[in-house]
Each structure stands twice: as structure tokens, then as C-alpha cells.
T-cell receptor, first 117, second 113 residues
């Protein structure tokens, strides 16, 4: 149980276009989902915390107009990279916390690699 | 804000060698501590966690970690590694009552048969 799926796992786009990444909890409901960005040889950097039915909370330095996050249901959160540029190329990972567990454990998606040309 | 330090970025061991990966955090209050593992081509998954009680926690696949509050450390250990332990290991900290989990930079472990 507790499977999180991301789609797409790999996307290449042209500079200036927008890309949407989906994060789904397949067998549980997640009131909270987190979006991370991972650079090579660096840690997972938290971008934002997404709570179902409310606006996402962005970390300092993350542009909310650039990285649009929507958490419309208990099983789906989306990250849209708007007007993508080559510096947005990265590995984006989502994680989810089941609503009925209070252990703090996170369940991770497989990640989405974005390459902006 | 809390931070997590993992001192070893890349560790290479022979099979059957003992493993210890360091993790230190900076936060003076109550913490929940985690070790996550990412095997090649797979998701991050939980290896073990500490919330309270016995500071020596045991996880899956023979891993254990010890919480030493006075040293702000949560080192991961395994007495005898196997080739299948080749993976990247992340230490993470969640401070009490706060949703955010902060990750260390990760340690790549390579086990040579």
C-alpha cells in the first residue's frame, strides 16, 4: 500500500512553454502533498507544501507564479512549470502523507525529469 | 530553520564490510528522524524512523540507527553490507508539530561484490 505515482516521468519541452506534472496517491488519501526539486549531487529541496482544497505554501525563494501547484482532490496534486526556461531543468519529486497516519512518514513518487531546451 | 548534514557523499565498501553513515541535524526541540533509501531506478522509500522511546531503532534489511540527542546525530549502521545495498541514502528530520521534512544531501553507497 501507500503508492504514489508521478506522470510524466520524463518530459522535454521548448523554452517558453508550460509543463504540467501530476502526482497521484493510488491507494490512499493524502491531505498533504509536498513538491521537491533535486539538483545533481544535492539534496531534495522542498518547493512547496500542498494541502487539499487550499493554496499551497511556498518555500522562500520559490516563485509561486512560476511553479503553480493545485491540490484539487485528496489523491491528486499538480505542479505546472510556467514559461519554462533551461534553468528550470531538474528532477521534480512529489511526496504524500496519508491522512490517517500521523507518523510523519512520507511516500514518494518516482520523480519527473524535466529538460527545457 | 532546521538543517541536516550528511558527511559522506560517496562511500565504497566491499561486501560483508560494516557500514556507518553519519547524519547530524540542527534543531533544539523535539524531532522525528528518518532514513530513506533510493535504490537505482526506484522511488525513495523509508528505511527506518525514530519518534520516541528506545533511541536505537531497527529498520528493514538489517539496518539500524541510533539517536544521540546530545550529539544531534542519527547515524545509520549495518554490520555487514551486501551488493544489493548499493543505493543512495537520505537522512531527514521533521520538527515536532511542523509538517516540513528537511533532507540531507544524501550518501551514495556502492558495495563491491
Amino acid at each position: 500500500g501507500a503508492v504514489v505515482s508521478q506522470h510524466p516521468s520524463w518530459v522535454i519541452c521548448k523554452s517558453g512553454t508550460s509543463v504540467k506534472i501530476e502526482c497521484r496517491s493510488l491507494d490512499f488519501q493524502a491531505t498533504t502533498m509536498f513538491w521537491y526539486r533535486q539538483f545533481p549531487k544535492q539534496s531534495l529541496m522542498l518547493m512547496a507544501t500542498s494541502n487539499e482544497g487550499s493554496k499551497a505554501t511556498y518555500e522562500q525563494g520559490v516563485e509561486k507564479d512560476k511553479f503553480l501547484i493545485n491540490h484539487a482532490s485528496l489523491t491528486l496534486s499538480t505542479l505546472t512549470v510556467t514559461s519554462a526556461h533551461p534553468e528550470d531543468s531538474s528532477f521534480y519529486i512529489c511526496s504524500a502523507r496519508p491522512r490517517d497516519r500521523f507518523t510523519g512518514e512520507l511516500f514518494f513518487g518516482e520523480g519527473s525529469r524535466l529538460t527545457v531546451l | 530553520a532546521q538543517s541536516v548534514s550528511q558527511h559522506n557523499h560517496h562511500v565504497i565498501l566491499s561486501e560483508a564490510a560494516s557500514l556507518e553513515l553519519g547524519c547530524n541535524y540542527s534543531y533544539g526541540g523535539t524531532v522525528n528522524l528518518f532514513w530513506y533509501v533510493q535504490y537505482p531506478g526506484q522511488h525513495l522509500q523509508l528505511l527506518l524512523k525514530y519518534f520516541s522511546g528506545d533511541p536505537l531503532v531497527k529498520g528493514i534489511k538489517g539496518f539500524e540507527a541510533e539517536f544521540i540527542k546530545s550529539k544531534f546525530s542519527f547515524n545509520l549502521r549495518k554490520p555487514s553490507v551486501q551488493w544489493s545495498d548499493t543505493a543512495e541514502y537520505f537522512c531527514a528530520v521533521k520538527t515536532g508539530g511542523y509538517q516540513k521534512v528537511t533532507f540531507g544531501t544524501g550518501t551514495k553507497l556502492q558495495v563491491i561484490p
